[in-house]
């Protein structure tokens, strides 16, 4: 195994387990407590969802992998602030959306050879991707991560 | 740049992000509001706190950089749930450990080279090691950057 292999597979084995462990809370809660707050006065829980999906769907244009698959998700769940849009997508709506993703995603991502990871994502340019070679697409998967971690640190308190 | 350079600095990126953002939230929160529940019936900041300084402590030994320093928050804040233990540091304490592990604990880790991070942790048999090379130093920062991102997600809620 190469160094590049092998730092390939240690970022995307925490994606991916950050990836079930949100799966397994979202299947631990009902769509009651989804609609709850996590903490008074903060995101509901099915705001959250719909956040990591809407930021996870972000992810196949700057890996250029295609185009979004629900760009109307970044508006509401990305641009608005929770409880500004007044209809979103039901739990039942959005937890399809997050079941759908999670094998389209992995599918897509695993298309890519450990060489294209260290290739640039697709907002830096040529020219700044020579003085900041680490704006590549694997950073994409370990910046997406953290974001998810912050996130499922707060959908386990539904439970 | 070689691309063990330039992955150790991605990783590195993100850590030292993340305790960014975990010490921005901290100073941003009283001692009161570090005494509250993060959510209703969930761990209190002050038990967070401790928790993080805790298992930031514990990756010394691991990554054979010399003993824990504060062996005895371990288990107070790892091995004990929160609100089991009756007499804990109080949150000026914490907040100095805190402060002082930031400047000591980065000092310590920049003292390793980019080819050491590639090497075993101290968890981990040489044996195990052969057939595992991905339980090298490098993913024990990559795990607890997760760790952090999960909790520090909790921590806002303070705020």
Redesign the interface.
């Known amino acids: 195994?190469t160094?590049?292999q092998?730092?390939v597979?240690?970022?995307f084995?925490?994606w991916n387990t950050?990836l079930k462990n949100g799966d397994t809370i979202l299947n631990a809660i009902t769509d009651e407590q989804l609609q709850k707050e996590?903490?008074?006065n903060?995101n509901r829980g099915i705001y959250l969802l719909g956040h990591l999906i809407a930021v996870h769907d972000d992810m196949l244009p700057l890996l250029n992998l295609g185009d979004k698959e629900h760009p109307e998700l970044f508006e509401i769940f990305v641009k608005s602030p929770d409880k500004s849009v007044e209809v979103i997508p039901s739990p039942q709506e959005l937890r399809a959306l997050w079941k759908n993703q999670l094998e389209n995603l992995t599918q897509k991502l695993a298309s890519l050879s450990v060489d294209e990871w260290?290739e640039k994502h697709t907002s830096v340019s040529a020219e700044d991707f020579i003085k900041e070679?680490?704006r590549n697409k694997?950073?994409i998967i370990?910046?997406r991560?953290?974001?998810l971690?912050?996130?499922?640190?707060?959908l386990i308190?539904l439970k």
């Open positions: 195994m160094t590049n092998l730092i597979k240690m970022v084995d925490r950050l996590i903490a008074p903060k260290f070679p680490h694997l950073n370990i910046t991560t953290t974001h971690a912050y996130h499922v640190g707060q308190l």
